[in-house]
Every structure is written in C-alpha cells, then in structure tokens.
C-alpha cells in the first residue's frame, strides 16, 4: 500500500505541474498576441527606414557619415537580446552561446560585452567580456517599460562609444520572431552603418538625393534616428520570440506531464489490482485452511 500512496503523490504532483503549464501556455498566448502585433507592424517601417540610410551614407564622405566611417575593428561590441525569465526553452541559451562563440572567434580584438536582459547578465558577468558601468542602471528592465524612448538612451549610449572611437563595431545578437514554433538566430551589425548590398549580376546604381532642408539637418536627424529604431526593432523582435518559445515549451511541458499522468494512473491500476488479487488469495488461502 505504501507504492500505491507513492504514485497517488506522484499523481497529484504531475496534475499541479501539468495545471501550471497549461495556465503560462495561455498566458504567453495572449502576450505573443500583443508582442507579434507589435514587431509586425514595425518592420517595414524600420526595414525601409534602413534602406534609406544605407543609401544615404553611401553618398556622404567620411566628414559628414561618422556613423558609416569604416576602420580597423581593434574593438568590438557585442549585444546580446535575451529575456529576463527563463521557462523558454533554449532560447536565451543560444545567445549566450552565439555570443561566447563570436567572442572567442575575435580574441585578437578587444571584445566587449553589453548584455540585455538578465538572463544574459547572469551568465556573461562572470566572463572577462563584461561592460556595463556607465550604462543605464536600469538596462536589465527594459522590458517592464519597452518603449522608443527607454531603448534609445541605450542606443545613444552605443552610438556615442562608436563616434569618439572607443568601440570599431557594434554588432546585435537576438532573436528575430518567425513564428510561434521557431525563432531565427540573428548577428545584424548595428555600426558603422552597412553600405546598401548589390545583387548578384545586378549594376550597382548611384542614387542622388534632393536634401531638404539640407544636407546637415537629414544627417543629424535621421541617421540617429534609424540606428535607435534598428535596436528598437531588435527589442521587439526578441520580445515577440520570447513568448512564442516559452507558449511552445510550455505546450510540450504540458503535453508531456499528460503523457506522464496517463503512464502513472495506468501503474497506479495496475499495482491498486495486484494489491486486491493478493487480499482476496490471502482471504482464500485462509478460508481453505480453515475448512481443512
């Protein structure tokens, strides 16, 4: 009898987890509603708006397009994007590993490390790589508040690092959102900014531009502006792939605990049976003793 109170607790075990699951699979359904919403109706105004500026730096000398000037990468940052709770599968173990394995491809660079999300924090604090003290306190709960306005204070930050030359190259590691069962593992260069990229067989094409007002105010105003959205969009992007990772691993966590009950109440009959086939032998047994 002591078994059949094992699995009875094992039972009641599983039945919690499983009741657990199922209610962060819903929650994380209505999130990913919201988050995909989001980044959908983003990325073709930030993709467009990164074309343009590829464009522009393209037609603008060293003087003018800091943020384009090309030199030797002696610094390198990366960021990661992860999240800042885990329960989601291998999702924020891909960056961190993505980002460790970059680091360790440029160890004859001075590599530094910005991470997003606590996540990444926890793990790549303990690394030589770490950066972070003279960025908002507050970088780890950007996704309490994701707004523009937050993201870009860190943006800022990054750009002000690449224009006085502490930093060579940024480049962002994060999830982009695909769909709710999978996640595409991104390493998109944030600076210098990327010339705009030519086809294969295709003629390259110079592009001349009308500046209105003027040459001055579209460099100040513009490119600053796309370089935040590129890390806004990235944001939002690793915030739409992380409720799609978490609803999928806790779809399969909650469909495993199913297929776990099922296998324990099938034992819990089966060893609740031996036990009565056994009293009522017992009692048998006896009786024809007895009559003997």
Sequence with gaps: MANL???????????????????MKMVS??????????????????????EILSNLSSSLDASEGGYAEEREVKNLLLVPITSNRGLCG??????IKATLRM????????????????????????????????????????????????????AELIMKKF???EVDKVVLVYNAFKNAASQDLMQEQMLPILPPKQEEGSKAQSLEYIFEPNKEDIVLELIPKSLKTQLFKAMLDSHAAEHGARMTSMHKATDNAGD????????????????????????VGGAEALAG
């Design 260 to 283: 776990m009950l099922h296998e324990l109440k099938l034992t819990y009959n089966k060893a609740r049976q031996a036990a009565i086939t056994n009293e009522i032998l017992e009692i």
């Design 29 to 50: 359904a209505a999130k990913l509603k919201r988050a995909q919403d989001a980044i959908v109706q983003m990325r073709p105004y930030a993709s467009k708006l990164k």
């Design 5 to 23: 109170k094992e699995i009875r607790n094992r039972i009641g075990s599983v039945n919690s987890t499983m009741q657990i699951t199922s209610a």
């Design 163 to 165: 224009a006085n030359k």
């Design 103 to 154: 680091a360790e491809a440029h160890s004859d660079k001075n590599v530094k490390i910005l991470p997003v999300g606590k996540k990444a924090m926890d793990v790549l604090k303990r690394t030589p790589y770490i950066v972070g003290d003279d960025y908002p306190h507050d970088l780890q709960n950007l996704y309490s508040d994701l707004t523009f306005r937050n993201v870009s204070e860190v």
């Design 90 to 95: 291998g999702f924020n173990n891909n960056i």
